[in-house]
């Protein structure tokens, strides 16, 4: 009989070795096989997929797929690596490399790099021919992950959960406004910093890079490079990408530990009050992105609102049957 892929060789790291990151109790390294790398190639599909748009976040995916958790160990356990081999100690470096899950990794970052790449240019022309109807689509998306965030959280019967999904909101919705406009041409020390801050989206769950390179003024400009292959700017962009991915996954795993719930919240009330930025009708011309808020024309708003419902049907949906095709590989 063929053994399940979880079942294959698992090591659990000395608790004192320097080249491993501390991993939960039941969570040990393992070497997977062919079946959940082919189901982790589509997760990462999905979640490339939910980062290039400004809507769900690849984080928020990850966590609906039962993957989140993993996700965070392994890019600490690749920060680790990092960092032992900047401070020269090269036989830790090459330790702590082999404690982390490539079965697992390669294949999730092959799905998001394929998602980026096949997808763009079909969102960049959605932009420029149809702005009203992606920016309810991706309306409905942030909405039905909010949602799914919800459901989330521990212990609904905490008033202060509630009230800081209220404060997050209001305060997000509020700074939006303040948002500047667009990089025309944006220097390589902005896109390295963009870099930084959007890719906290892979392991945060609730926040879309995209949508944090449209606050920044970014997001076109990124598009733009991706689209004509320019390897620079990329190539940037990425080195921005590790040094924020690497320095703040540390982070983030102290704050769930310890306050999973309220952070959880906070970023519950962060999607609730970006769908400012996704408003189908701004009243500036600069279309998806724009903060400043006007009213629907005429005969606009029948299939916006359907295609807003659409969208957040469709991330409940994929919430949830995710979760048991999680369950049933297990």
Known sequence: ??????????????????????RPPGVPVRRFGAKTMATTLVSGFLMGS??????????????????????????????????????????????????????????????????????????EHLLENEPELLAAAFF????????????????????????????????TFGLLGLRSGRFEDPSLVVVFGGGALAITAMILPGVSGSFILLMIGLYEGVLDAVNERDLVT????????????????????????????????????????????????????????????GAPPEGDLLPAVGLALAGAVAVVVIAVASRSLSEADD
Do not use: C, K
Not at 261 to 289: E, F, K, Q, T
């Open 140 to 171: 409905g998306l942030v909405l039905g992950s909010a949602v799914v965030a919800y459901t989330e959280i521990d212990d609904l019967t905490r008033w202060d959960v509630h009230l800081v999904v209220v404060a997050s909101a209001v305060a």
């Open 50 to 123: 939910a980062d290039i748009v400004p809507g769900v976040s690849g984080g928020t995916v990850a966590l609906v797929l039962g993957i989140y958790e993993r996700v965070v160990i392994n890019v600490r356990q690749g920060a680790r690596a990092l960092s032992l081999l900047l401070r020269g100690e090269l036989r830790h470096a090459v330790r702590a490399l082999g404690f982390v899950e490539w079965s697992f990794l390669a294949p999730l970052l092959i799905g998001i790099g394929a998602a980026v790449l096949t997808l763009a240019s079909g969102l």
């Open 234 to 293: 990329l190539a940037v962009f990425g080195a921005g990408a590790a040094v924020g991915l690497g320095s703040f996954a540390t982070f983030l795993n102290w704050l769930l530990r310890r306050y999973h719930a309220v952070v959880l919240a906070a970023l519950i009330g962060l999607m609730l009050g970006s769908l400012r930025v996704l408003w189908p009708w701004p009243a500036g011309v600069d279309g998806v992105g724009d903060v400043r808020l």
């Open 1 to 22: 009989m063929e053994r399940p892929p979880q079942a294959a060789t698992a090591v659990s790291p000395p608790q004192d070795d320097p080249a491993a990151v501390d």
